[in-house]
């Protein structure tokens, strides 16, 4: 890719759906990269081209595998609040997020200190999904949001909320030095909701 002559570094924000499905494990940078559904696959191929074209370039990369990404105009009390959230099946996947926050300090400590290879963005709080939305809901004293099948959403959100991964982050707290701001989803959702 010629676009990458005479770049100092690539850092690419990928996503931590390029990972085979854990089963409840806790997935670190060295687990499958086997995603389900096309969207990891799209990011999956993404990665490989450009680790390629800047091996191919002589440019030192880093991926950032983010995970479920929240924060304003993203949060999880807005989507409750709205009817959006549903909790597919029984809702006992564990799902790992990280805050926007978080995830551009990441980039920058990414820059700053020379990260390479590959480094997990996510909280230290995995859950399982439903216990979440409920949580959420019943701090806004609403029902917990409808439990759904799992056909009835779309390819992309089936893969993320069936995973079953909780999403390591060691590499980014201890290489990158990454204090997180929203350690878990209650303290972005406790700031959401003011």
Known sequence: MAALRGCAR????SSTGVYAPGGGQ?????WPVAPRGALGQARAEAETCLVRAADDAG??????????????????????????????EDGRAHVSRIHVEDLVTAII???ERGAAGVVNCADDAPAPHGEVLDDVAARLGLPPPQRVG?????????????????????????ELGVELRYPSWREGVAEELG
Do not use: F, T
């Open 109 to 111: 400590h990414a820059a």
């Open 150 to 174: 799992a056909y009835e959403l779309s390819d992309a959100a089936r893969a993320m909320l069936l995973a079953d991964r909780k999403i390591e982050n060691r590499r980014l707290r201890q």
């Open 26 to 30: 806790w997935v670190n940078e060295s």
């Open 59 to 88: 440019v030192p990369w880093c991926l950032l595998r983010a995970a479920g990404i929240y924060g304003p105009e993203r949060g999880l009390a807005a989507r409750v609040r709205a009817g959006a959230a549903r909790v597919i």
């Open 10 to 13: 690539l850092i690419y924000v």
